[in-house]
C-alpha cells in the first residue's frame, strides 16, 4: 500500500508540476503579449498625449529643455568662459582682418593697424539655434545661431595719414546682430566625432559702431571718418561673411573641400529700366546702376550714367533709361547667393540718391538657360514698408557653371569672355579648351555675331486713340540702337486695329551688343505723337533663330504689336587679352 500511495502522490505532483508549468508559461505569453501592445501603443503618442499623461511639475531638470532654456544654459556657459574666448578670438581677428584691412585701406590713408584689440567682459547672448538639415549632408552637420552683442570692447587702430599725421582711432558702442552659421564636416569615428569646423556670418542684420580720435576730433580731416567706417565694413564682408568661411582643423587631414572656391559665373545684360521715380525737382533724374553679387569694392559693376538733355542718349527721357550694358560675376555659392541692383540718380559733386533697388535669387537660374526678368525696385531690400512704386529693371541673366562641356545647345564655356549669347553661339567647329577659374584674366576669345536682322511687322491690336474722332494713323518706326539705322511702315489711316506685313532688312554688325526699338506714332497733318515702344534684345532671335509673337507697347493706355523676326548669323572669331 505505502509503494503504492508513494508511486499515485508522485504522479499527482507531476501531473500538477506539469499544469503549473503550462498556466505560468500561458501567462507569461500573456503578459508579454500585453507589454507589447502597451509598448506600441506609447510608440504611437504624440508629444501632446505624454504631456497629458505626465504633467511638466514631474518632470526630472535633466529631461527636458525648452528653447529658451536651452539658449538660457548656453547663454551662460558662454559667460564663464568668456574671459578665454576674448584672448583667443582677439588674435584670430588680428591675425585674420589686419592684412584685409590694409587690402581695403583707401587712398588718403597710408596704413591701419590694430593697436589695441579685446572684445571686453560683456558676452554675446545667442537668441536662437538651430540645425540646418538640407545643407548638413551626410557627412557633415550645419548649425546657425541668432546672435546679439552690445559688448564693451577695447579696439584701438592705429592709422597712418597721406598728410604724415597719426591717428589714433577708437572703435566704440559696437551694437551687432546677425547669424553665424557653423559647419562640422567630416564626421569621423573619432572624438570629438567632426575633423574641422567652420564658421562663416552667414546674415549680417545689423552693425553698428562710432569712431573716435583719442584726443582730438575725427571730423577735423574731412572723408577720413567715412574711409575708415567704409574701410571696416569692406573687410568685415571680406573676411567673415558667407560665403567666405573660415576653417578651424580639429584633427589632422585634408579639409580643403570646405574651402571657398568659385562654382561658375553669372553673366548679366542690363537691358533698361522703365517709369523710374524722378529725384530731380527740375528736369529728369539722371540714373545709372550698380550690381554686385558680393558688396566689395573690386567686385562691384557700375553701369554709364544716362544724362538728361544728351541727345546722343536716343531716350524719350531719363526716367526710361537704357543701358544695354554687358557684366560678369564670379558665383561663389549659387544656393545662397543673390544678384542685387541698385539704381541711382547722379547728383555730381552732391554725391547719388537712390531710386530704387531689387534682388534676385542665383538659385532660381536654371544653368546653361538665359533668362530675362524684369525686377520691381523697392526703397528697402529688407524692410519692405514703402510700397511707393519706384520703377522696374530688365536683365537678361544666364548662369555657367564650371566643368560644364561647351557645345551649340549647352550655351556656356568659360573660354569665351563677354557675356550670355557669346557662349551661347560658340560654334560647334571652334572648339577650344576651356580655361580653369584660377586663370581667368589670361587671352581668351571675343565673338563678335553678325548677320542680317529681319523684322516683319504684322499688324496692330487696340491701339489707343489719339485723334477727336476716337481714331489713329498709326506708324511705326524701327531703329538700330547701336548703327542708328531706321525703317518705318506706311501709316494707317483711321484705325485702332492696323494690317501693315511690312518686313524691313538690316545688317547687324554686332548683334551681341544690338538692340531693337519700335517706336508707335501717330501720324496727323501738322504734327506726330508718339503712342509708345518696345525695346528689345535680339537675345531671344539669337537663340531661337526665327520666331513671332505679340508684345506689348510700352508708355501706352493699351495695345499690342504682332511681329515676326528672323536672324540670319555670322560668327566671327577674334583674340584679344583680358590682363
Known sequence: MAFFFCVFLGVSIGIGLIIAFARYGKIRSTRRTDLARTIAAFARLTVQDSRKILPRQFYPPWVVFSQRQKLSWLNVQLEKIWPSVDEAASELIRASVEPILEQYTPAILSSMKFDKLTLGTVAPQFTGISVVECESGADGITMEMDMQWDGNPNIVLNINTKLGVSLPVQVKDIGFTG??????????????CFGAVAYSLREKRDLDFTLKVIGGDLSSIPGVSDAIEETI????????TWPVRNIVPILPGDYSDLELKPVGTLDVKLVQAKELTNKDIIGKSDPFAVLFIRPLPDKTKRSKTIVQYLP?????NQLNPIWNENFEFIVEDVSTQYLTIKVFDDEGVQGAELIGCAQLALKELEPGKVKEVWLKLVKDLLVQRDN??????????LYNPYGTDSTFKNPFDADFSLTSLEKALKSPNSETEALAPEKAGQKKREVIVRGVLSVMVISGENLPPVDFNGKADPFVV???KKSETKSKTRVANETLNPVWNQTFDFVVEDALHEMLIIEVWDHDTFRKEKIGRIVMTLTRVLLEGEFQDNFTIDGAKSGKLHLHLKWSPQLVFRDRDTK
Open 179 to 192: 547669424v553665424f552659421r557653423l559647419i562640422f564636416k567630416p564626421l569621423v569615428a573619432q572624438f570629438p
Open 233 to 240: 565694413r569692406n573687410a568685415v564682408e571680406d573676411s567673415i
Open 312 to 316: 546722343s542718349t536716343n531716350n524719350d
Open 388 to 397: 511707393k512704386y519706384r520703377g522696374q529693371v530688365q536683365l537678361e541673366l
Open 478 to 480: 524701327l531703329t538700330m
